[in-house]
Nanobody, 129 residues
Framework: QVQVQETGGGLVQAGGSLRLSCTSSGLIFSDDHMAWFRQAPGKEREAISCQNSAGGSGTYADSVKGRFIISRDNARNTLYLQMNNLKPDDTAVYYC??????????????????????WGQGTQVTVSS
């Protein structure tokens, strides 16, 4: 059974940094593409970054490009999201998603929730002004 768990959320001041972690068990983590999504209060969940199974350079939404960095450690079955220069608009619940079916990060559909078959419960990130 595949499980996904995010950690590392918290309260940070604008301009600060935070690193999220996502640990996933089950099947073969190093085979799968992974992504980060977020959902701000009153808004739909949005995709922010995707990374292929080997850990190459990620794909990013324009809203976080240049500030966030996605990475992974396949030996630890862990995906990371380094968030720098945080803004109040980054306040959201952050979710980790796993795709065990396709090389989704290479496709234009990487931002669609429906393409990921396993999700974590989310971790809250709050950025104060």
């Amino acid at each position: 059974q595949v499980q996904v768990q995010e950690t590392g959320g918290g309260l940070v001041q604008a301009g600060g940094s935070l690193r999220l972690s996502c640990t996933s068990s089950g099947l073969i983590f190093s085979d799968d593409h992974m992504a980060w999504f977020r959902q701000a209060p009153g808004k739909e969940r949005e995709a922010i970054s995707c990374q292929n199974s080997a850990g190459g350079s990620g794909t990013y939404a324009d809203s976080v490009k240049g500030r966030f960095i996605i990475s992974r450690d396949n030996a630890r079955n862990t995906l990371y999201l380094q968030m720098n220069n945080l803004k109040p608009d980054d306040t959201a619940v952050y979710y980790c998603a796993r795709n065990t079916r396709s090389a989704i990060c290479y496709r234009d559909s990487w931002f669609r929730e429906s393409t990921y078959n396993y999700w974590g419960q989310g971790t809250q990130v709050t950025v104060s002004s």
